[in-house]
């Protein structure tokens, strides 16, 4: 994951809004994916957006794509306990061949 | 279905035991993957399989063997590993170059190499 970074914690109170930042460095990534880790499971595909988008909202989440800086984000509306997880930012090369994962956000949701 | 699943969940080997991960999909995806996982780490490649070829193989130690005997099993053989390999084993299908890029992953296979 050392192509595509992201801060390692961040802590919010339920209710707050959270937001994970990623930033890659393929400019030829045609699609960039959300993905949360709770212990113990696999990964789950929360979102992802394609590379000529900006923005995409689905339901809590809201990801922005700033394709000039390389820098994503996703925005957990009304963060809830359940989130607590890691969240695994990941950029797609070679046409779907390999999927690069930055380290992971951990997220912890405080009451 | 959005399902990828593998089993076995867990697995205990010893390092002269030969085992093998199953992962399975039915959602028509043509490209298969398998990722190694340490703790506290993000997913690492090692193979993928596009339209049941062999197209990136990670540098993977030969003791790591995978199959993929039809477009919806990917089987990963295990052989003479090391304690250094237990990790979590991450199966992954999308649809590859021809289509859409949703890449969904199974819940993994939790190796313990003794």
């Known amino acids: 994951g050392e192509d595509v970074e992201q801060s390692l914690f961040l802590s919010v109170r339920e209710g707050d809004s959270s937001v994970i930042n990623c930033t890659y460095t393929?400019?030829?990534?045609?699609?960039l994916y959300w993905y949360k880790q709770e212990p113990g499971a696999g990964l789950q595909l929360l979102t992802y957006?394609?590379?000529?988008?900006d923005m995409k909202q689905d339901q809590r989440l809201t990801v922005l794509l700033n394709k000039k800086d390389k820098h994503l984000s996703l925005r957990i509306a009304d963060t809830q306990t359940g989130d607590s997880a890691i969240y695994f930012c990941?950029?797609?090369?070679?046409?779907?061949?390999?999927?690069?994962f930055g380290p992971g956000t951990r997220l912890s949701v405080l009451p | 279905d959005t399902e990828v699943t593998q089993t076995p969940k867990h697995l205990v080997m010893g390092m002269t035991n030969k085992k093998s991960l199953k992962c399975e999909q039915h959602?028509?995806?043509?490209?298969m993957y398998w990722y190694k996982q340490k703790a506290k780490k993000p997913p690492e490649l090692m193979f993928v399989?596009?339209?049941?070829?062999?197209?990136i193989n990670e540098s993977v130690p030969s003791r790591f063997s995978p199959e993929c005997p039809n477009s919806s099993l990917l089987n990963l053989h295990l052989h003479a590993l090391q304690p250094e390999d237990s990790a979590l084993y991450l199966c992954?299908?999308?649809?590859?170059?021809?289509?859409?890029?949703?890449?969904?992953f199974g819940q993994g296979t939790r190796l313990t190499v003794v």
């Open positions: 990941a950029e797609s090369r070679n046409y779907g061949q390999n999927f690069v």
């Open positions: 959602m028509g995806h043509r490209a």
């Open positions: 992954a299908s999308s649809q590859g170059r021809a289509g859409g890029q949703e890449a969904f």
């Open positions: 957006i394609f590379s000529n988008m």
């Open positions: 399989y596009s339209y049941e070829k062999l197209s």
């Open positions: 393929d400019s030829s990534s045609t699609y």
